[in-house]
């Protein structure tokens, strides 16, 4: 019985996602034809539309005695999104931290604090040239939307797999790094891996 409400609930959660991901893709996808302005104006107008066809039917219901005038959507105004003075100034603090901390990171990075750090940002830099040949921003933003919801659906049923796979990955990213940065430091041997650095003697 527990594990058939389960059920229920993940499909329940999984139709929601669902239903956030098209109308989310649906938007973006408008973009392509129409302005930023006509797509919101007219979502907003949708939505108008819906919400207020709904507030007159619970009215019409109420005055015709078949319903309690409870308003249809009393969840929705009585959810409290008000912040305190202590909570907005911790979220402006670490707005604040966290925007000073990116901009002390790519001061770092452009001014080649570190050499190896500022050439791995020239290669992503580089790559990212060719992807920006290939698509533009929205269609980026549309295929992240699509990763956000899809991906840890896919990772949840594939958990053992991917894990596996992105263990070789990174395995492999390793080696590379470790190669990268004995480049920069002058091209010396690889450390030795035997204890105490003794290596084995030879017959």
């Known amino acids: 019985m527990a594990s ?3 059920d229920l609930i993940y499909w329940k959660d999984t139709e929601r996602s669902g239903m956030v991901l098209t109308a989310l893709v649906v938007g973006l996808l408008s973009l392509f034809q129409l302005s930023i302005i006509t797509v919101v104006s007219t979502v907003s107008l ?3 539309c819906f919400t207020i066809s709904v507030r007159i039917y619970y009215q019409l219901l109420y005055v015709l005695s078949w319903g309690d005038g409870q308003h249809p959507f009393k ?3 009585d959810l409290d999104i008000s912040f ?3 909570q907005a100034d911790l979220y402006m603090q670490k707005a604040i931290v966290l925007t000073l901390s990116a901009l002390d990171s790519l001061r770092r990075l452009f001014f080649v604090e570190h050499l190896f750090e500022s050439l791995k940002l020239l290669f992503l830099m ?3 040239t060719y992807l920006g040949g290939l698509c533009n921003g929205l ?3 549309i295929i992240s939307v699509i990763a956000l919801f899809s991906l840890p659906l896919f990772y949840e049923r594939r958990q053992e797999q991917v894990d596996g796979f992105i263990g070789k990955i990174q395995a492999q990213i390793d080696n590379v790094k470790d190669f990268l ?3 920069v430091q002058g091209g010396g041997p690889p450390p030795d891996t035997t204890p105490g650095g003794a290596k084995p003697k030879t017959q």
Do not use: C, H
């Open 4 to 6: 058939k409400v389960m």
């Open 46 to 48: 949708a939505v108008m």
């Open 75 to 77: 969840s929705y105004l």
């Open 84 to 86: 305190s003075g202590e």
């Open 126 to 128: 580089y790559l990212v």
């Open 139 to 141: 269609t980026i933003l």
């Open 181 to 183: 940065r004995r480049l």
